[in-house]
C-alpha cells in the first residue's frame, strides 16, 4: 500500500478511524499538535502561524514556522508540503466543528487535492467526506447508512449514482440548491460519477 499524509489540525477530534503506518507522515498543524499528544502520535512535522499553539510548541520536533498574515490556513500550509513530498493521499483529522469557516475552508482544500490529482479525506465524528472531480468512484457496499453528494464549484453535469436508494442518470447538481443530500445504502456498492465538474461525497463512518 502505498504511503499517505495524515494532517493532523486544531479543530475538534474525534479519533483516528485510520491511522498512521510506519510508512506514513504525520503533520501537526498549529493546536493539531495536541491532539496527536491525545493520540499517542510524534509528529514528523510541526508547521502553522502558531497563534494557537503558541510557546506551547515542543523542541524535539523539526517545526516549519509563518506568519498569522498569509493566505494560506494551516491546513493548508500542510497540504501544500505533503503535495509537494509527492504524496497522493491525504487523511485530514481536526478539520471540521468548531468554527464554520474552517470547516467549509477545508471541504474547499479537498476539492483543491482533487484538482492536484490527490485524493483527499475530511473526516468528521460520524462521517468521511472526499471531492470527486471529473471521475467516479465506488462506495463499499452496506447494509444501511446514509450518503451525501454536493456541488462544488460551478453546476456539476453528468452525475450518476447507481446502487443506491435514490438513482441518478446523468443528472445535474447545482451549488444552490441540496438534490444530493441524504441517499441509502441498500445493500449494494454504491458507484458515483461526475462527467464534467466537482463533488463533495461524503458518507457515514
Known amino acids: 500500500m502505498a504511503s499517505a499524509c495524515f494532517i493532523i489540525g486544531a479543530g475538534p477530534f474525534y479519533g483516528l478511524p485510520v491511522a498512521p503506518g510506519p510508512e506514513d507522515v504525520v503533520l501537526a498543524a498549529d493546536g493539531g499538535y495536541r491532539h496527536c499528544q491525545t493520540a499517542g502520535i510524534t509528529p514528523d ?87 470527486l472531480c471529473n471521475g467516479s468512484l465506488t462506495l463499499p457496499a452496506r447494509a444501511e447508512g446514509i450518503f451525501s453528494l454536493f456541488c462544488l464549484g460551478a453546476e456539476a453535469q453528468g452525475v450518476s449514482i447507481q446502487g443506491g436508494q435514490y438513482p441518478l442518470d446523468h443528472g445535474a447538481l447545482s451549488p444552490f440548491f441540496p438534490l444530493g443530500v441524504s441517499n441509502h445504502f441498500q445493500g449494494r456498492p454504491v458507484h458515483i460519477a461526475v462527467e464534467d465538474g466537482c463533488l463533495i461525497v461524503g458518507w457515514e463512518l
Not at 469557516?101 to 475530511?122: E, I, K, S, V
Open 45 to 131: 512535522l510541526l508547521l502553522g502561524d502558531f497563534d494557537s499553539l503558541g510557546s506551547q510548541r515542543p523542541d524535539n520536533i523539526p517545526t516549519h514556522t509563518f506568519p498569522v498574515e498569509k493566505d494560506d490556513t494551516d491546513t493548508m500550509l500542510a497540504i501544500r508540503y505533503g503535495l509537494e513530498q509527492g504524496y497522493e493521499t491525504f487523511h485530514l483529522y481536526g478539520g471540521t466543528g468548531g468554527r464554520m469557516d474552517h470547516t467549509l475552508a477545508n471541504l474547499q482544500a479537498l476539492g483543491f487535492l482533487a484538482r492536484h490529482g490527490a485524493r483527499g479525506y475530511l473526516y468528521e465524528e460520524h462521517m468521511v467526506f472526499t471531492a
